[in-house]
């Protein structure tokens, strides 16, 4: 038995092809698992628990099955799916975790993030961060017509690219040092996260201690996979 690990899959209409190994994946290995994380940005965008878009119902129905043969599934929240509440809950059968998570991951404390607050470098995005995870703004924007959710997604997103496109690749990917604080604030040696869409396995100390920090990969070209037992964990493409 194994635990499964994904995240980065921003699954949408685009990408046919990756709804449906997503959906081979809760058939075939993750009904034969321990647990399903998802790490965050399993959508492309997730516009509130009261506008699922027609492409993406395959994915809640594949979910709903494998929750209902009784493997747990964990979400995080992204940064492009963050939206996701209650509803989506009940109408997939997952459970919800924050971020940041701490797992006993056979008998490791294993730190669970999206990863996106560990990108410290990157001074606008955090602030775009902070804006758009106000209480505030989440209900103002679920106030909103779909039509007009779409559109600020739309938006949001351009903004986000021409910033991306602006930016060095060294500020886009982790803080060093934001990633030794977070092992340290929660006393562990292991960190899962995604959203730099740079899978590896990263070695270091923290307090003189060897620590592992395990990026996820994203799912755009190919389905990228963790998984981990006893014995370990193996960072797997396919
Ligand atoms: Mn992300």
């Known amino acids: 038995m194994s635990t499964l690990f994904i995240s980065d899959l921003h699954l949408s209409g685009e990408r046919p092809q990756l709804i449906e190994q997503f959906i081979q994946l809760t058939r075939n290995e993750a009904r034969k698992a321990e647990a399903l994380y998802i790490l965050g940005d399993l959508f492309e965008a997730w516009l509130g628990d009261d506008a699922v878009l027609p492409e993406i119902a395959a994915v809640i ?9 009784g493997i747990p599934v964990y979400v995080m929240a992204g940064n492009r799916d963050f939206l996701m509440g209650e509803g989506f809950e009940t109408m997939s059968g997952v459970k919800l975790i924050d971020d940041p998570t701490v797992i006993d991951l056979y008998g490791t404390p294993t730190l669970l993030m999206h990863g996106d607050t560990l990108c410290t470098d990157d001074v606008i ?5 902070t804006r758009v995870r106000d209480p505030a703004w989440i209900t103002a924007a ?6 007009e959710r779409i559109a600020t997604a739309q938006k949001m997103r ?3 690219q021409a910033h991306t496109q602006d930016s060095a690749e060294e500020i886009m990917d982790v803080n060093a040092d934001a990633v030794t604080e977070a092992l340290r604030q929660y006393g562990v040696t292991r960190l899962i ?14 307090n003189d201690q060897p ?25 797997v493409s396919e």
């Open 61 to 69: 129905e594949a979910l709903k099955t494998l929750t209902k043969n």
């Open 125 to 129: 995005y955090q602030q775009v961060r």
């Open 142 to 147: 679920l106030a909103m017509s779909i039509e």
């Open 158 to 160: 351009a903004q986000s």
């Open 193 to 206: 996260h995604g959203h730099t869409h740079r899978p590896a396995v990263h070695s270091l100390a923290v």
């Open 211 to 235: 620590a592992t920090r395990i990026v996820l990969g994203d799912w755009y070209r190919q389905a990228s996979l963790l998984r981990c037992n006893e014995t370990g964990c193996e960072l």
